[in-house]
């Protein structure tokens, strides 16, 4: 399984950790269990 990871995040110019992350990132998302923060929020949405 690695091997594959290895494999799909060298085809995609990502890091392991990087395609891991954008895999799980997409299996939230299809699970309806993750909604993207909206461009330049913090996680803690924390004011300035």
Same mark, same amino acid.
């Given at each position: 399984m690695i091997a594959a990871v290895e494999k799909w995040a060298a085809d995609d110019?990502? +890091?392991i950790n990087g395609q891991l992350e954008w895999i799980i990132s997409n299996a939230l998302k299809d699970a309806k269990r993750f909604k993207p923060s909206t $461009?330049? $929020?913090? $996680? /803690? /949405? +924390?004011t300035e």
């Open positions: 110019f990502r +890091s $461009e330049g $929020e913090t $996680e /803690n /949405n +924390s």
